[in-house]
């Protein structure tokens, strides 16, 4: 005797990932982004025992064709959960419905992030009732074919008006470090950010811990002040940038298009063959300042938000 199908039998079952499932969820999550991440097994892993899962599958005739993790957003961002699906698109609202129904106390709002070009995922958040609440620009700039002469005329410029750039050393007094936090604070302060672009919160001695552990931060001093930063960290051949910073006593002057050339002749002079950098597209005198230079702009990122 056969049993007809249920209505339900071909629905995806639900469940909390598994290690045995980091190799299929590798491959989803770098297919969702078009291969602009690689993802590996080693990036995925259980939940500890006892603790709600953050990530769930869903798994259609023992075969992963999905994947959801809502975790927290981050430091920055509190109050917020993330959102982060990859896969059969068709999964992602039963998916969205099991993370929903177990989210923990303390937050209000669930955010997703994905590039304006990731079909499957904008039109997942869109239809699901999220809010196209902000956008951010990502660059990248060919540094193999950087060439640092036009801005010579700037740098000697502004040398003559008592501003030198150069790499900060790892040794720097506690006063450097001491104006380097100041003005990193005035940059948290002053430019336009949203849960994206917003950093996790630092301690002076975060920031020195950071900038010695992994990167390289280039300062312009004016006459032996420092009034404008810019780090960059090492990510293969790729250089990323970020904290950002001019002084507002010294901004509108070129200053910080000085400073990126002199940190970008630097790492081509290392060898780097790439520099990206990113913000919110509020941040309009970055945009500006990384045009000159060169970057060219990617498709937009979008940050999507839904009230729980």
Do not use: C
């Not at 992602?92 to 992030?113: D, E, K, M, N, S």
């Not at 700037?154 to 750039?165: H, I, K, V």
């Not at 002057?253 to 081509?268: F, I, P, Y």
Request: no cysteine; hydrophobic share 40%; proline share 8%.
């Amino acid at each position: 005797m056969t049993h007809a199908p249920h209505p339900t039998d071909h629905l995806p079952t639900l469940r909390p990932f598994r290690a045995a499932d980091a190799a299929p969820v590798a491959r989803l999550a770098t297919d969702s982004v078009r291969g602009h991440w690689t993802y590996t097994p080693e990036h995925f892993r259980e939940s500890p025992a006892g603790t709600r899962p953050t990530r769930l599958v869903a798994e259609q005739d023992g075969v992963v064709v999905a994947t959801a993790r809502l975790a927290p957003f981050g430091e920055g961002v509190p109050d917020a959960l993330r959102l982060d699906v990859a896969g059969d698109a068709a999964s992602f609202t039963p998916l969205l419905l099991a993370q929903l129904a177990a989210i923990p106390a303390g937050f209000r709002r669930v955010l997703g992030v994905t590039r304006e070009d990731f079909t499957g995922q904008m039109t997942f958040f869109a239809a699901a009732g999220f809010r196209n609440a902000w956008q951010s620009w990502g660059a990248h700039l060919d540094l193999t074919t950087f060439d640092p002469a036009p801005f010579e005329a700037l740098q000697e410029r502004l040398f003559l008006a008592g501003y030198e750039p150069e790499r900060l050393k790892p040794d720097a007094p506690d006063a450097d470090w001491h104006a380097l936090y100041d003005l990193h604070q005035t940059g948290v302060r002053d430019q336009p950010r949203n849960p994206t672009t917003t950093p996790d919160p630092l301690t002076r001695d975060g920031l020195r811990d950071v900038i010695r552990r992994e990167e390289a931060a280039f300062v312009t001093r004016w006459r032996g002040q420092i009034v404008a930063l810019t780090r960059l960290t090492p990510r293969g051949p790729e250089v990323e940038s970020e904290g950002t910073v001019t002084h507002p006593d010294h901004r509108a002057r070129g200053v910080m298009t000085a400073l990126k050339a002199h940190a970008l002749t630097w790492a081509k002079g290392e060898g780097f063959a790439h520099a990206g950098t990113g913000g919110t597209v509020l941040n309009l005198p970055m945009l500006r300042v990384n045009t000159r230079l060169g970057y060219r702009t990617e498709r937009m990122w979008i940050t999507w938000e839904k009230d729980i």
